[in-house]
């Protein structure tokens, strides 16, 4: 157990003891704040990385402007947001057991550049979408054994990668039934997989006052690769697009579903 974990859980823990007051709140953004401020002038290698890959960002988006302004600011808007929050948990550039990475990392800088297409996916056309989805897909396949390879695993990476896979089908999701391609209902069955994630996430967080545990999570990768073909199949207007963006939903929901029970025999066995 990382020195930023123990830290995280001790404020979580005074936070659920003041009942989640409006002062409590004012209390734990103020000290996660002060961290990440600390944290940034510790490592400031890590954070002009962070400010370089925004910058780079931003310019892609410029770009697009003179084509596309609306999709250019919210695209621009998006990004920073993305910016922001990394090099809020620059403290994450770890592994489990506390052992730094002292750069942002190749890997990382993928899941990023992944998570920048979210807008896009949104308002692009079928062509478009078909030809973001193929980089996007490409990106996740490479990350985690990109990773591995160059020793940067971190706790970093491994919740950007997993919110940024949840960003990404979401947002295609939604592109593609803007479009007819798939149903409505086929849509928010992806959503509805992604945003229980991340409710879980939160009520783990935030009630019971402990970060979620990755060893306890019911693996959904396969339901991931069939959602993705789905959506991919979507965008290229080819047959049985939406029973497997269905079918990969259903089955990420019943890996979640699995994972939270799992999660609850444990604190019982505890």
């Keep these: 157990m990382s020195a930023g974990t123990d830290w995280t859980r001790e404020l979580l823990r005074e936070l659920r003891a003041q009942r989640y007051r409006p002062a409590a709140w004012a209390r734990f953004l103020a000290r996660s704040f002060a961290r990440a401020s600390a944290t940034r002038r510790?490592?400031?290698r890590e954070h002009r990385q962070t400010l370089r890959?925004?910058?780079?960002?931003?310019?892609?988006?410029?770009?697009?402007?003179?084509?596309?302004?609306?999709?250019?600011?919210?695209?621009?808007?998006?990004?920073?947001?993305?910016?922001?929050?990394?090099?809020?948990?620059l403290g994450m550039l770890e592994d489990d057991c506390g052992r730094p990475l002292h750069r942002?990392?190749?890997?990382?800088?993928?899941?990023?550049?992944?998570?920048?297409?979210?807008?896009?996916l949104v308002a692009a056309s079928p062509a478009?979408?078909?030809?973001l989805l193929a980089p996007a897909g490409a990106s996740d396949v490479v990350d985690g054994p990109l990773a591995r390879r160059r020793d940067e695993q971190t706790r970093l990476g491994a919740w950007l990668d997993g919110g940024g896979d949840g960003l990404v089908l979401s947002a295609a999701a939604v592109g593609a039934a803007r479009h007819g391609l798939?149903?409505?209902?086929?849509?928010?069955?992806?959503?509805?997989?992604?945003?229980?994630?991340?409710?879980?996430v939160a009520l783990?967080?935030?009630l019971r006052a402990e970060p979620p545990a990755?060893?306890?999570?019911?693996?959904?990768?396969?339901?991931?690769?069939?959602?993705?073909?789905?959506?991919?199949?979507?965008?290229?207007?080819?047959?049985?697009?939406?029973?497997?963006?269905?079918?990969?939903?259903?089955?990420?929901l019943g890996a979640l579903a699995r994972t939270v029970v799992r999660a609850r025999r444990f604190e019982a066995v505890a």
Excluded: C, K
């Design 42 to 44: 510790e490592r400031r």
């Design 53 to 89: 890959a925004g910058a780079a960002g931003l310019a892609a988006w410029s770009a697009v402007a003179p084509f596309r302004p609306w999709l250019a600011i919210a695209g621009a808007l998006w990004w920073l947001l993305a910016v922001a929050m990394v090099d809020w948990h």
């Design 104 to 120: 942002l990392g190749l890997a990382n800088l993928l899941t990023l550049a992944r998570v920048a297409l979210v807008p896009a």
């Design 128 to 131: 478009l979408l078909a030809a």
């Design 182 to 200: 798939v149903p409505w209902w086929a849509a928010a069955l992806v959503l509805a997989r992604h945003g229980l994630q991340w409710l879980a």
């Design 204 to 206: 783990a967080y935030f």
């Design 214 to 252: 990755r060893d306890g999570v019911v693996a959904a990768r396969t339901p991931g690769v069939v959602l993705f073909l789905g959506l991919a199949l979507a965008a290229l207007r080819l047959p049985l697009a939406a029973p497997l963006v269905a079918v990969g939903a259903l089955a990420a």
